[in-house]
């Protein structure tokens, strides 16, 4: 019979534990759980329930991964500041934004990220978050609420919004806002992804709910292919070349639908969030990314973490 070591011309490695990013083909054997494992990719992406935000609410923003998430902003009966960690398994209060508001925008990571724009009353204001707490910047040179974020604290784009709707597009440096190119499409309540040289703004209202698309270099913006599902108040995660979308409102009812883009167009997922919402946030990559908050009737604390196409995976080997 033919050896492993013979095929592959190397032995099984014993480890006590898996390995924490192991390679697509990478072979070990257990010996905690007594099992034969291997790396490998997800096929058909996944919604799955994660720990519930501590405060209920809608129209908040997010920024960084799966499991070093920043939840901030928002509305539950009235505007909030309130600011929230996650971990990958459930969420920490931390210190809450100097100007509570709703329909912010959002970028960065979970220990820098950056807040602005946002109502009552449309507000210009920036905060940015230093891992404990929030700290007042120079304000968007455009005040309004509806907007979309994408980038880092230090680099940081903001596009679109209201009132009244807009294609406004400005790009921040660590202290200031400066006025660039607007977008083709003036729409709120869009979703953003990317960087501020490459960003992806996606769907919206304009005169009614949208799946325009557009890319942004840097300069200007270019549009391109729409999503399948036109709608706005939804969330969205990834770069430019590879982002995800998912929830918000079709304008006649909520949307759990989940669309990803690879640069060119739109793929509908087979697979819809848990529950349907608009408002809802999020953050992270395509393929491994987070939505929290929303409302599905109400204002809600649900969380859901996204396992897209292409995500590593590690699977017990059993004979067949």
Known sequence: ???????????????????????????????????LKGGGVTTVGAWATGGNLNTARSSSAGAGTQTESLAFGGVTTVPVGATEEYNGTSWTNSNSLNTSRRNVGGAGTQTAGLAFGGRPPDTGATEEYGGVSWVTSNPLNTARNGLAGAGTQTAA??????????????????????????????????????????????????????????????????????????????AGAGIQTSAVVFGGSTGTANSAATEEYDGTSWVTSPVSLNTARLEIAGCGTQTVALGFGGNDGAVTAATEEWTGPGAPLTKTITAS
């Open 1 to 35: 019979m033919a050896e492993y070591i013979n095929i592959r011309g190397q032995s099984i490695e014993v480890v006590a534990s898996d390995p924490a990013n192991p390679t697509i083909g990478q072979i070990w054997y257990n010996s905690t759980s007594n099992t």
């Open 157 to 234: 784009l903001a596009f679109g919004g209201t009132p009244p709707v807009t294609g406004a597009t400005e790009e921040y440096n660590g202290t200031s806002w400066t006025n660039s190119n607007s977008l083709n499409t003036a729409r709120r309540n869009l979703a953003g992804a990317g960087t501020q040289t490459e960003a992806l703004a996606s769907a919206g209202f304009s005169t009614a709910a949208t799946g325009a698309t557009e890319e942004y270099n840097g300069t200007s913006w270019t549009s391109v292919n729409s999503m399948n599902t036109a709608r706005y108040d939804l």
